[in-house]
T-cell receptor, first 115, second 114 residues
Framework: SQQGEEDPQALSIQEGENATMNCSYKTSINNLQWYRQNSGRGLVHLILIRSNEREKHSGRLRVTLDTSKKSSSLLITASRAADTASYFCATPTMNYGGSQGNLIFGKGTKLSVKP | DSGVTQTPKHLITATGQRVTLRCSPRSGDLSVYWYQQSLDQGLQFLIQYYNGEERAKGNILERFSAQQFPDLHSELNLSSLELGDSALYFC?????????????FGEGSRLTVL
């Protein structure tokens, strides 16, 4: 079952514009992660934000986390054609007994950046 | 390069057949995860192994099974294949730790069932 749900499902912008993607989740989390996937390729980790953090930056990426609303957003500033990809948020689970669990991914936002 | 290796990259087979997908995790990573990605279901967690032991099961069909060997590589076996099993199968690994951090994904094995 999906834990995170991204919004919008698809986003088309011009180069140089900013792109904002949102993610909502259902249960308490320790961290939330964002991944990128180029068409048909493996997912690549972009950024991890812990539950006690509200905002985090990495290059042109800015991630926010609002645990009271169970939501996160990913902002890509000054987008480039090379940013065209699908973006997924992911939240961790913990196995019974407190052992490390897996990541549950949302359905993703498909971003298209036109030159 | 994530350091996670998956073989084969592409596989075409017929309904009813059995295939084995192989994954070598990053050096030092003890956890291996298998995910299935299809257009209609998205990215679905199948199963997790940690240091040779099964740790969690997700939406894995009974026709599918996996194992992790002493050298930490993992294999996902898919049997009695159906058309709907056509998908991208990803393996990922992660560093040891109480809470999961970054997952490192392989490039996937694209399975086509005809």
């Amino acid at each position: 079952s999906q834990q995170g749900e991204e919004d919008p499902q698809a986003l088309s912008i011009q180069e140089g514009e900013n792109a904002t993607m949102n993610c909502s989740y259902k249960t308490s989390i320790n961290n939330l992660q964002w991944y990128r996937q180029n068409s048909g390729r493996g997912l690549v980790h972009l950024i991890l934000i812990r539950s006690n953090e509200r905002e985090k930056h990495s290059g042109r990426l800015r991630v926010t986390l609002d645990t009271s609303k169970k939501s996160s957003s990913l902002l890509i500033t000054a987008s480039r054609a090379a940013d065209t990809a699908s973006y997924f948020c992911a939240t961790p689970t913990m196995n019974y007994g407190g052992s490390q669990g897996n990541l549950i991914f949302g359905k993703g936002t498909k971003l298209s950046v036109k030159p | 390069d994530s350091g996670v290796t998956q073989t084969p990259k592409h596989l075409i087979t017929a309904t009813g057949q059995r295939v084995t997908l192989r994954c070598s995790p990053r050096s030092g990573d003890l956890s291996v995860y298998w995910y299935q990605q299809s257009l209609d279901q998205g990215l679905q967690f199948l199963i997790q192994y940690y240091n040779g032991e099964e740790r969690a099961k997700g939406n894995i069909l009974e026709r599918f099974s996996a194992q992790q060997f002493p050298d930490l590589h993992s294999e996902l076996n898919l049997s009695s294949l159906e058309l709907g099993d056509s998908a991208l199968y990803f393996c990922a690994s992660s560093s040891p730790g109480r809470w999961i951090g970054e997952l490192f994904f392989g490039e996937g094995s694209r399975l086509t069932v005809l």
